[in-house]
């Protein structure tokens, strides 16, 4: 089993920026991917960036690309994304998510983080 646990979500301004920590335990060395996914109130969750736990290769979403980046401390077992230039679009629950192995489906989630973007 992993365990994950989300923070640093909160309220911005449009233009802003916010940087979101998911911090693993539990079963953490049989992490194959993370990943960020977020949920706009009234919309599907979404694919947001994954991270390669060893390699740190990474995959982003189109509305991610050129503003948030994903990283990792595999030291720290935490992931992070740091999301530059906000918009009120971003406003969302953000959830953060791994799995054991390639092709695999995300079977570990966390309980969520909010940000909210002002305008």
């Known amino acids: 089993q992993v365990q994950l646990v989300e923070s640093g979500g909160g309220l911005v301004q449009a233009g802003g920026s916010l940087r979101l920590s998911c911090e693993a335990s539990g079963r953490t060395f049989g992490i194959y991917m993370m990943a960020w996914f977020r949920q706009a109130p009234g919309k599907e969750r979404e694919f947001v960036a994954a991270?390669?736990?060893?390699?740190?290769?990474?995959v982003y979403a189109e509305a991610a690309k050129g503003r948030f980046t994903i990283s990792r401390d595999n030291a720290k077992n935490t992931m992070y994304l740091q999301m530059n230039s906000l918009s009120p679009e971003d406003t969302a629950v953000f959830y953060c998510?791994?799995?054991?192995?390639?092709?695999?489906?995300?079977?570990?989630w966390g309980q969520g983080t909010q940000v909210t973007v002002s305008s």
């Open positions: 998510a791994a799995n054991e192995g390639r092709g695999q489906a995300y079977e570990y």
């Open positions: 991270i390669h736990w060893n390699s740190g290769s990474t």
